[in-house]
């Protein structure tokens, strides 16, 4: 390689460009003089095995040092290493360490939800005058794909790195019927780590049939790090001025309320758990935050749905999305039952979750945006989660 390059430069000093030549020798040699480390990376590893067939854990590693860890059984994110002030890199996603601890059971930590992200009232649907009956897994109602929804699946998986990038592509094939849903359903997952601290998920989805479809992501944050505190000091914001109020059993009566003067008003940076122990109907309901806000987007584009600083480590947090809006939950099911990465509990309130979503229970909502999706359409979606210091713009 390095004669051939030679060969090359003298080459270039006959017919008299010799000194563009040097400098793309000079450039050469800088770049060999690079850590691989200076490069985006991805390596993989077992992850143990589901059904005789093995599942892989992927690790993508951008220039600035952050990483993360994601497994093709679910999609699950199980790792997201981001530094703080100081420099220093935490893992600030909950999650297990073994593969066997998902299996158990797991509120979805990290996952890619589906086909329906968040509840479908009673489990039922209706389309074309064709009633559907889904998987009830929450109650009475269907919550985040039934029973075996797009967590609980094994991913086929493979993945891209170039000088800026690493990205991992994530595919499945949903039949028809499966959990009751109509039309057999392609579905692509791309992640992408990108070199400004930023973890892209895009979302493309195919049908053969008229159906209905609503993914999301289902990571729990703490961005003191995964197990070493509540989040209720976290400093919200939600770019929104209205949410779906909710009945007893969380399923949205189709009204949007203005936020104004109310608990679910975090319009300007507010404390997580500012409000949280308010009397309040809809806080009683969802035992804290566990509510759909419904963005002030206006247009096509990616829009800034909600920023979360921690004061103490000084990390903070960008929720960008082309969905028209996001569901926070603040945690409110942990309950100290579940031990996660390093043998840390999970105690109450230890996670809080933004999914970027269609409102719940679309389907049987009219007035709500449509989750529809045609034979020859594609459902396209993408949420980027941005990583930076709360105070990098204030110098």
Known sequence: MKFRFK??????????????????????????EKSPSDYPQVEQESFGTIEGKEVTLFTLQNSQGMKVKITNYGGII???????????????????DHLEDYLKGSPYFGAIVGRYGNRIAKGQFELDGELYSLATNDGSNHLHGGKKGFDKVLWDAEYLVDEK???LLLSYHSIDGEEGYPGNLSVKVVYTLTD??????EYYATTDKKTIVNLTNHSYFNLKGAGKGDILEHQLTIYASKFSPVNQELI??????????????????VAVGARIQKEDTQLKFGRGYDHNFVLNRTGEQLFEAATVVEPVS??????????????????????????????????????????????????????????????????????????????????
């Open 7 to 32: 060969q090359f430069v003298y080459f270039c000093g006959i017919v008299g460009i010799g000194l563009a030549c040097q400098q793309r020798q000079a450039n050469q040699q800088e770049k060999e």
């Open 78 to 96: 199980s790792q997201l290493w981001v530094p703080d002030k100081e420099g220093q890199l935490e893992d600030v996603v909950l999650g297990f």
């Open 165 to 167: 990038n690493v990205k």
């Open 196 to 201: 400004e601290n930023a973890l892209k998920i």
């Open 252 to 269: 949205p009566t189709g009204e949007l309320q203005p936020v104004e003067g109310t608990a679910f008003d975090f319009r300007k940076a």
């Open 314 to 395: 000084g990390r903070k947090m960008q929720v960008f999305t082309s969905e028209p809006g996001v569901q926070f939950y603040s945690g409110n099911f942990l309950d100290g039952s579940l031990t996660g990465k390093d043998q840390r509990v999970y105690e109450h309130r230890y996670g809080f979750c933004l999914e970027t979503q269609h409102f719940p229970d679309t389907p049987n909502q009219p007035g709500f945006p449509s989750v529809i999706l045609e034979p020859g359409q594609t459902y396209q979606s993408t949420t980027v989660y941005k990583f930076s210091l709360a105070n990098e713009n204030k110098k």
